[in-house]
């Protein structure tokens, strides 16, 4: 920007205000040199050649050589100069060390002291080396550490546009599912990255998905007002043959440099397409933002821009509850894994706890602990809300005591759908920044998701899911980049560090 290079200039004309003075001298030795040319040479070179210069000009340009070279000459002899002084105090320094003890008392003792601060100072710029040095020994040893805990898995291409939310089935076969702005919504295989299914039904931006606790169902919420409930079936590929973890990390693709709207291998066009969902849920007046299955599979939520969060019977897809109360657009909304609660989030800077354990009263409690948007609120296994927000921060709550946070982490960008893996706890926080950082439920750092030219997020990370199945921990991104990435997460490893 011209502010910071200006600031820049500055700065430079600062640091070598000597540089900037002995040039000015120079060119006023040249405008101004009335010295007398050296008789003959560049003129009898000059004439003795052809040339359709005039002669004025010709002229001319024998006086700015002859500057030239006494502006080097002058310069060489200064060099000359410097260099003999050198020498001179090399060799004052050298017999100064020989007779140090038979001189004078005095003069011995200031050189000593000398000798001292000069040791002190050596000492000090040794001792500074070694810590700079080491800061970036250990940052180098931070990002390797990340790497080895943190290693792409897989990457998840061929959405047509931006991917809003990303979900892992709870029954078998285990499949990714992705909802894009693209209108679509896709099933991939985790082992290969292979498309296997794609939704088409919705008119609009799919902006969620959720799958079924029990069967295959999934649920989906669009930009074209309705919730989407639609049964699947996929054959899985068969898996590739082992590779090393980190070779993807080393290839020589660089991912920039790839087509977003490539798939590896089959497109989805190519692939089984269900246009017809078996339910459909209308009652909303805007945007349906998102929406998740209350525990049990028997009823749905649903979050929408028209301020309201609605509850759904699933076998009839009839409108149980209306909840109303927010003061502006809602963002997200989340289901609890093993109680009949639900926490909605806004754009009011507020979120808000749904009881519906007791059939006969519907009780609501509302959190003022953000300053900006909302943008996501989830339950952990244990008895707290993960929430986060556009004003960089995310706050760890208790359920039985939620008047203030138990922990806040503060970022450097906004945060989108948060998510907490459900054995270790921890939290993953997809940033606007492209950023992917880990947090345990205490607040503290464990780990940012490696990101370079040929692996991680181009664009905003939309959205995060953690995959826990058979001793492995994988977890799931995806951004407005257009594609879905996998990785492998060493949690012990990374709680070890901690």
Same mark, same amino acid.
């Given at each position: 920007?011209?502010?910071?290079?200006?600031?820049?200039?500055?700065?430079?004309?600062?640091?070598?205000?000597?540089?900037?003075?002995?040039?000015?001298?120079?060119?006023?030795?040249?405008?101004?040199?009335?010295?007398?040319?050296?008789?003959?040479?560049?003129?009898?070179?000059?004439?003795?050649?052809?040339?359709?210069?005039?002669?004025?000009?010709? +002229?001319?340009?024998?006086?700015?050589?002859?500057?030239?070279?006494?502006?080097?000459?002058?310069?060489?002899?200064?060099?000359?100069?410097?260099?003999?002084?050198?020498?001179?105090?090399?060799?004052?320094?050298?017999?100064?060390?020989?007779?140090?003890?038979?001189?004078?008392?005095?003069?011995?003792?200031?050189?000593?002291?000398?000798?001292?601060?000069?040791?002190?100072?050596?000492?000090?710029?040794?001792?500074?080396?070694?810590?700079?040095?080491?800061?970036?020994?250990?940052?180098?040893?931070?990002?390797?550490?990340?790497?080895?805990?943190?290693?792409?898995?897989?990457?998840?291409?061929?959405?047509?546009?931006?991917?809003?939310?990303?979900?892992?089935?709870?029954?078998?076969?285990?499949?990714?599912?992705?909802?894009?702005?693209?209108?679509?919504?896709?099933?991939?295989?985790?082992?290969?990255?292979?498309?296997?299914?794609?939704?088409?039904?919705?008119?609009?931006?799919?902006?969620?998905?959720?799958?079924?606790?029990?069967?295959?169902?999934?649920?989906?919420?669009?930009?074209?007002?309705?919730?989407?409930?639609?049964?699947?079936?996929?054959?899985?590929?068969?898996?590739?043959?082992?590779?090393?973890?980190?070779?993807?990390?080393?290839?020589?693709?660089?991912?920039?440099?790839?087509?977003?709207?490539?798939?590896?291998?089959?497109?989805?066009?190519?692939?089984?397409?269900?246009?017809?969902?078996?339910?459909?849920?209308?009652?909303?007046?805007?945007?349906?933002?998102?929406?998740?299955?209350?525990?049990?599979?028997?009823?749905?939520?649903?979050?929408?821009?028209?301020?309201?969060?609605?509850?759904?019977?699933?076998?009839?897809?009839?409108?149980?509850?209306?909840?109303?109360?927010?003061?502006?657009?809602?963002?997200?909304?989340?289901?609890?894994?093993?109680?009949?609660?639900?926490?909605?989030?806004?754009?009011?800077?507020?979120?808000?706890?749904?009881?519906?354990?007791?059939?006969?009263?519907?009780?609501?409690?509302?959190?003022?602990?953000?300053?900006?948007?909302?943008?996501?609120?989830?339950?952990?296994?244990?008895?707290?809300?993960?929430?986060?927000?556009?004003?960089?921060?995310?706050?760890?709550?208790?359920?039985?005591?939620?008047?203030?946070?138990?922990?806040?982490?503060?970022?450097?960008?906004?945060?989108?759908?948060?998510?907490?893996?459900?054995?270790?706890?921890?939290?993953?926080?997809?940033?606007?920044?492209?950023?992917?950082?880990?947090?345990?439920?205490?607040?503290?750092?464990?780990?940012?998701?490696?990101?370079?030219?040929?692996?991680?997020?181009?664009?905003?990370?939309?959205?995060?899911?953690?995959?826990?199945?058979?001793?492995?921990?994988?977890?799931?991104?995806?951004?407005?980049?257009?594609?879905?990435?996998?990785?492998?997460? +060493?949690?012990?490893?990374?709680?070890?560090?901690?």
């Amino acid at each position: 920007m011209p502010v910071e290079s200006g600031s820049s200039s500055s700065a430079s004309a600062a640091r070598h205000p000597k540089q900037k003075r002995k040039a000015h001298s120079l060119s006023i030795r040249r405008t101004n040199s009335t010295e007398e040319r050296p008789p003959g040479t560049y003129r009898d070179m000059l004439e003795g050649q052809d040339s359709k210069l005039p002669l004025s000009l010709r +002229n001319n340009l024998l006086d700015l050589f002859g500057q030239i070279e006494r502006e080097f000459e002058n310069l060489y002899i200064e060099n000359l100069e410097l260099r003999r002084e050198i020498d001179s105090l090399n060799e004052r320094l050298t017999g100064d060390g020989q007779i140090m003890e038979g001189g004078d008392p005095n003069k011995g003792a200031l050189k000593a002291k000398a000798s001292h601060s000069t040791s002190q100072l050596s000492q000090k710029l040794k001792t500074t080396y070694k810590a700079s040095t080491s800061k970036i020994v250990s940052s180098f040893k931070a990002t390797a550490g990340s790497r080895a805990v943190c290693q792409l898995l897989k990457e998840y291409v061929g959405h047509r546009d931006g991917i809003w939310d990303l979900g892992v089935t709870r029954t078998q076969p285990v499949v990714l599912g992705t909802a894009s702005a693209d209108h679509c919504a896709l099933l991939w295989s985790i082992e290969t990255g292979k498309c296997v299914l794609r939704y088409a039904g919705h008119a609009g931006s799919v902006n969620s998905i959720k799958f079924h606790p029990t069967e295959q169902m999934a649920l989906t919420a669009s930009g074209d007002q309705t919730a989407h409930i639609w049964r699947y079936m996929v054959q899985l590929p068969a898996p590739p043959p082992q590779t090393d973890a980190t070779a993807s990390c080393d290839d020589d693709q660089d991912s920039s440099d790839r087509e977003e709207g490539d798939l590896d291998g089959e497109g989805p066009g190519e692939v089984p397409t269900i246009r017809v969902a078996t339910a459909t849920l209308k009652s909303h007046q805007g945007v349906v933002i998102a929406a998740d299955w209350l525990v049990g599979g028997r009823q749905v939520v649903t979050a929408s821009w028209d301020r309201a969060a609605n509850l759904y019977e699933v076998e009839t897809s009839e409108l149980v509850h209306a909840l109303t109360g927010h003061d502006q657009e809602l963002t997200h909304c989340c289901t609890h894994p093993s109680q009949r609660l639900v926490v909605t989030s806004s754009r009011d800077t507020t979120f808000r706890l749904w009881d519906f354990r007791d059939p006969s009263i519907h009780s609501v409690n509302v959190f003022q602990g953000h300053t900006d948007t909302v943008t996501s609120a989830v339950f952990t296994v244990g008895d707290n809300v993960v929430s986060g927000s556009d004003d960089r921060t995310v706050k760890v709550w208790d359920l039985k005591n939620m008047r203030s946070p138990i922990a806040t982490i503060r970022t450097d960008s906004a945060v989108n759908r948060i998510s907490v893996s459900t054995n270790q706890r921890v939290i993953a926080l997809p940033h606007d920044n492209r950023q992917v950082r880990l947090f345990d439920m205490n607040g503290v750092r464990l780990a940012r998701l490696p990101r370079s030219n040929r692996m991680g997020h181009r664009r905003m990370v939309c959205c995060s899911a953690w995959n826990e199945e058979n001793q492995s921990c994988n977890l799931f991104t995806c951004g407005f980049d257009r594609q879905a990435i996998g990785w492998n997460i +060493n949690i012990p490893a990374l709680l070890q560090e901690k």
